[in-house]
């Protein structure tokens, strides 16, 4: 009951009521001793309902403070409308004020309305005062009662301190289950296995869990979202005892709850965690520490509706898990749910076959979701009269709108080809939150620019006319957030008028009135923005108008020009100078940006003190720049990407008479594509201070860079390096870190590589499990493989290699590689067959290998006999295109998913499923599958 219970209402009530009754031509000295008794008591309602809200024993006990609460309640929310009315006719308003200016006859037809309004005020007939006086008066009559129920809730307070009821679910089961057996057994044959190496299942669902009885000594315990760590121990020690444990400190509880597991075999199930805690991990840890005593082969369940919940819990054990999620139920199974709930104390529900056929229909449109289930078979159970169970999902929706005037937030699912919401969504004015999941939906209501509290505006669909959108959706003043499908907002004339929008990407500019730049002026709230199509700024003064600077919130930005056709260069650079984004920027990306000189406000004086935050940046197709900001310098920079700039000599260059340059000392990941001038990371002559170059890479790519003379030394972070079309004959690794933590290495499209040294770093890349070489036709050596890696146990631990060439699978070290899981042979239009040499290697792998890829191979006719002889092997894929291939070798028994796609029609024809000649030499494999 908490979370309706919001003080700043009453507040904002006893401020609008003096402050309405100002206005007004005679004092309401009654009312005015309403509101001065209201805000004596406010703080003493607060005070019972903060406590009484979370008590629902205390509730229940005492039916005159439950009364007494819900009408509190229904005071409230009728405040909180009227309060609404008077706010959207603020709005509404000034919507109006901001029009044309009308004709004469309007102009006095107003005056009329004007004083018509004043003299009904003078006779106190005002409608607006007559609503706010009525709600005034009844929350008052409601708070003068308050005195009583504080003096209980005093009484009480101390005895009902610990307890923590919300959300309670027992270890007993409510009903019998359904359509849940195959996960049952699943979790009844994870506990039982003996391993100590599993240790928790992180699942959802708490029915499947209540139908679970194996290990003797058993705990449950209902966390939900009141997380104390007292109170669960204490929870689990009383499930143990059977009775309520009275002790007051965590080392107490914690004790007495190691000596009862201890070396003892028990079954701990943690239902329905909600709080992620990821503030205070401790408290988890506090909570589990006393089960480390208990013995090998106990079990922890865990249920919860949240991933990070799940995550969290497996970090804190520090043990293998096993995640298990429920998926939705099959249609057969939600139909049987749904009939239990609609046809619930029906003594013969075989009667209503039209009705069950009516049922078998609706379960098709649930996705097999059991909560839809229960919550629709309750609601058809109300009437079993056809008409209420077949009734128009449009006209339902007209009658929700006709009661819901109240609505704060609506969400519209449509079970049903829904393509239009009815205008009556207009009647609710206090709505703040719309999502809409109709595809087929062909336009917003008219009516919805009316809603001017609306905050949040949300329906992805597929792309519809222009006359989709509403042509005044402007009037939504108060909006926050809009998804729309494609780029709806670049539709909206006079933009600039929704100044409570956060988020705008993106916006397409045009030399039109209503989506100019100048449009972007007042909108200060904006925290993420894309401008597009900025060729359309016709020079500076337009483009310093959006006042970029001033946008406090803004995070992230993107600028935009919308092709790279030849213009005015002075232009781009122009606007680009006066869209200097505000000091608080973390994220800037520039595109198709045509100025040879990168923006002032970037350049070396003036970096630090404009963007000194920023945390990623991306340049990309800016073809005419030809010297780069001096990124280097950037104390918070982690992510840069630069792509498609063909002038770009250098990094990093000199700059007013420095002779080093600053070494990106946070970058983490660097990004770089097409930039074919680019010779050296630094111009010459001008080392990196300290001798060290991204100290904290993570990850680096470089892609089609032909003058780049050598990696830069490698950092000793590095775990992701992808190198593409280089001209390099070799690749060095120059680092001074032993071992190297590289993790991923791929290197492909450089076709005059001659040698990649893996041999030769062996012992420093033992981090290494991810290896890419394809497209190299030239390489003819690994590195170096001496006989003393060998001895001193020196392979590589590959987990997955992807080649195009099988012959590297013969140069050491791969030659002697024994811990492979997964291969991928693909791009290869002359692999013809696979050599004796080739064949035996796969033997090597026979007991590690479980997954084998063979793809566009144009030419390949046979597989690997050897294949038989993988007794690890998994899965196997076959295709897309290899269409030469027209049987395949013995596989292996272990087999069990093979697919094949784009082989030779001769192949299917012998495997198919009904009478091919070859079927039985694959019939033991569980999941076969063809696609052609």
Same mark, same amino acid.
């Given at each position: 009951m908490a979370e309706w219970f919001g003080a700043p209402i009453i507040e904002k009530l006893i401020n609008t009521g003096f402050q309405y009754l100002g206005d007004q031509v005679r004092w309401q000295t009654g009312m005015k001793e309403e509101l001065e008794r209201l805000r004596e008591n406010h703080p003493k309602i607060q005070a019972v309902v903060n406590f009484a809200s979370s008590q629902e024993q205390i509730r229940d006990r005492n039916p005159a403070l439950n009364e007494w609460l819900w009408q509190l309640r229904d005071a409230i929310d009728e405040a909180d409308d009227v309060l609404d009315d008077l706010e959207y006719m603020k709005l509404e308003k000034q919507l109006t004020k901001d029009k044309?200016?009308?004709?004469?006859?309007?102009?006095?037809?107003?005056?009329?309305?004007?004083?018509?309004?004043?003299?009904?005020?003078?006779?106190?007939?005002?409608?607006?005062?007559?609503?706010?006086?009525?709600?005034?008066?009844?929350?008052?009559?409601?708070?003068?009662?308050?005195?009583?129920?504080? &003096?209980?809730?005093?009484?009480?307070?101390?005895?009902?301190?610990?307890?923590?009821?919300?959300?309670?679910?027992?270890?007993?089961?409510?009903?019998?289950?359904?359509?849940?057996?195959?996960?049952?057994?699943?979790?009844?044959?994870?506990?039982?296995?003996?391993?100590?190496?599993?240790?928790?299942?992180?699942?959802?669902?708490?029915?499947?869990?209540?139908?679970?009885?194996?290990? /003797? #000594?058993?705990?449950?315990?209902?966390?939900?979202?009141?997380?104390?760590?007292?109170?669960?121990?204490?929870?689990?020690?009383?499930?143990?005892?059977?009775?309520?444990?009275?002790?007051?400190?965590?080392?107490?509880?914690?004790?007495?709850?190691?000596?009862?597991?201890?070396?003892?075999?028990?079954?701990?199930?943690?239902?329905?965690?909600?709080?992620?805690?990821?503030?205070?991990?401790?408290?988890?840890?506090?909570?589990?520490? +006393?089960?480390? &005593?208990?013995?090998?082969?106990?079990?922890?369940?865990?249920?919860?509706?949240?991933?990070?919940?799940?995550?969290?819990?497996?970090?804190?054990?520090?043990?293998?898990?096993?995640?298990?999620?429920?998926?939705?139920?099959?249609?057969?199974?939600?139909?049987?749910?749904?009939?239990?709930?609609?046809?619930?104390?029906?003594?013969? +529900?075989?009667?209503?076959?039209?009705?069950? /056929?009516?049922?078998?229909?609706?379960?098709?449109?649930?996705?097999?979701? +059991?909560?839809?289930?229960?919550?629709?078979?309750?609601?058809?159970?109300?009437?079993?009269?056809?008409?209420?169970? $077949?009734?128009?999902?449009?006209?339902?929706?007209?009658?929700?709108?006709?009661?819901?005037?109240?609505?704060?937030?609506?969400?519209?699912?449509?079970?049903?080809?829904?393509?239009? #919401?009815?205008?009556?969504?207009?009647?609710?004015?206090?709505?703040?939150?719309?999502?809409?999941?109709?595809?087929?939906? $062909?336009?917003?209501?008219? /009516?919805?620019?009316?809603? &001017?509290?609306?905050?949040?505006?949300?329906?992805?669909?597929?792309?519809?006319?222009?006359?989709?959108?509403?042509?005044?959706?402007?009037?939504?003043?108060?909006?926050?957030?809009?998804?729309? +499908?494609?780029? &709806?907002?670049?539709? =909206?004339?006079? =933009?600039?008028?929704?100044?409570?929008?956060?988020?705008?990407?993106?916006?397409?500019?045009?030399?039109?009135?209503?989506?100019?730049?100048?449009?972007?002026?007042?909108?200060?709230?904006l925290c993420k923005l894309g401008i597009n199509c900025l060729e359309n700024v016709k020079d500076a003064e337009e483009a310093s108008s959006a006042k970029l600077s001033a946008k406090w919130r803004l995070t992230d930005l993107t600028l935009c020009w919308s092709n790279t056709d030849s213009r005015n260069i002075d232009l781009d650079e122009n606007v680009l100078n006066n869209l200097q984004p505000p000091k608080c920027l973390r994220n800037l990306s520039i595109k198709r940006y045509m100025g040879a000189r990168s923006a002032i406000w970037m350049n070396n004086v003036n970096l630090l003190s404009n963007i000194e935050k920023i945390e990623k940046i991306e340049f990309t197709d800016c073809l005419e720049c030809e010297t780069l900001p001096p990124f280097g310098q950037l104390p918070f920079l982690k992510s840069l990407t630069l792509s498609n700039m063909p002038k770009v000599k250098w990094l990093e260059s000199k700059f007013n008479g420095n002779d080093k340059c600053h070494a990106f000392p946070t970058l983490e990941v660097l990004h770089i594509s097409y930039l074919k001038a680019l010779e050296d990371w630094f111009e010459a002559g001008v080392p990196a201070e300290d001798g060290c170059l991204f100290p904290c890479l993570i990850e680096l790519e470089l892609f089609d860079c032909p003058k780049l003379k050598e990696l830069p030394s490698l950092p000793s972070v590095l775990k992701s390096l992808r190198i593409e079309s280089t001209g390099w004959t070799t690749l060095n690794f120059c680092s001074n870190s032993n071992p190297i933590p590289l993790e991923t290495l791929e290197v492909f499209h450089c076709p005059n590589i001659t040698s990649l040294p893996l041999a030769d770093e062996i012992a420093r890349l033992a981090a290494l499990r991810y290896l890419e070489i394809r497209y190299c036709p030239n390489l003819i050596s690994l590195g170096r493989y001496r006989q003393v890696e060998t001895t001193n146990n020196c392979h590589l631990m590959l987990s997955v290699l992807e080649i195009s060439d099988p012959s590297v699978l013969l140069m050491e070290p791969l030659r002697s590689i024994a811990s492979l899981k997964k291969l991928i042979i693909e791009n290869n239009d002359e692999l013809v067959s696979f050599t004796n040499e080739a064949e035996q290697w796969f033997l090597k792998v026979r007991s590690s290998l479980s997954e084998l890829r063979f793809s566009d191979l144009k030419s390949l006719q046979s597989l690997p006999s050897s294949l038989e002889s993988l007794f690890s092997l998994k899965k196997l894929y076959i295709g897309y295109d290899v269409p030469m291939l027209r049987e395949l070798p013995n596989l292996p028994s272990s087999l069990e998913y093979l697919y094949i796609w784009g082989c030779h029609p001769e192949l299917k024809e012998l495997y198919r499923e009904d009478g091919g000649f070859d079927r039985h030499k694959i019939a033991h494999i569980p999941h076969i599958q063809f696609v052609y």
């Open positions: 044309k200016q009308r004709k004469v006859r309007s102009i006095m037809k107003s005056i009329n309305k004007r004083l018509v309004k004043i003299a009904k005020r003078a006779l106190k007939i005002d409608p607006n005062l007559k609503k706010l006086k009525a709600v005034v008066q009844k929350l008052d009559r409601v708070s003068t009662t308050v005195d009583t129920f504080l &003096y209980l809730v005093r009484e009480l307070k101390q005895e009902h301190q610990e307890q923590q009821l919300e959300r309670e679910t027992g270890s007993l089961p409510t009903n019998d289950l359904i359509g849940r057996d195959e996960q049952k057994d699943f979790v009844m044959q994870w506990l039982r296995k003996l391993s100590n190496e599993e240790h928790q299942a992180l699942v959802n669902g708490t029915d499947l869990y209540r139908n679970i009885s194996l290990l /003797s #000594i058993k705990m449950w315990v209902c966390v939900s979202n009141n997380f104390d760590v007292k109170k669960v121990i204490a929870d689990m020690l009383e499930s143990l005892k059977n009775e309520r444990i009275h002790l007051e400190t965590l080392d107490t509880l914690q004790n007495n709850l190691r000596t009862e597991i201890m070396s003892k075999k028990f079954l701990l199930i943690l239902d329905d965690i909600w709080e992620e805690e990821k503030q205070d991990i401790s408290k988890w840890e506090k909570v589990l520490a +006393p089960l480390a &005593y208990g013995k090998i082969g106990s079990r922890i369940l865990v249920t919860t509706r949240m991933d990070s919940v799940a995550m969290m819990i497996a970090k804190v054990i520090k043990k293998n898990t096993k995640i298990f999620r429920l998926e939705g139920l099959q249609e057969y199974q939600c139909l049987q749910l749904l009939n239990s709930h609609a046809f619930a104390d029906v003594e013969n +529900p075989n009667d209503y076959q039209r009705l069950r /056929s009516i049922a078998g229909e609706i379960v098709k449109k649930l996705s097999g979701s +059991p909560l839809a289930a229960k919550v629709i078979g309750g609601v058809l159970n109300s009437s079993l009269d056809e008409r209420h169970w $077949t009734k128009d999902l449009c006209n339902a929706l007209i009658e929700i709108f006709k009661v819901s005037r109240s609505l704060r937030l609506l969400y519209i699912c449509s079970l049903e080809d829904l393509k239009i #919401i009815p205008e009556e969504i207009g009647n609710l004015i206090h709505l703040r939150y719309l999502k809409i999941d109709c595809y087929d939906l $062909t336009m917003l209501p008219r /009516s919805l620019s009316n809603l &001017y509290h609306l905050q949040y505006l949300i329906h992805y669909g597929h792309t519809v006319g222009d006359d989709f959108l509403l042509s005044d959706i402007s009037n939504l003043l108060n909006l926050r957030y809009m998804g729309l +499908p494609v780029n &709806y907002i670049s539709l =909206i004339c006079g =933009i600039g008028k929704l100044k409570s929008l956060q988020e705008m990407y993106m916006f397409d500019l045009r030399d039109t009135s209503g989506y100019r730049i100048g449009e972007l002026e007042n909108m200060n709230d």
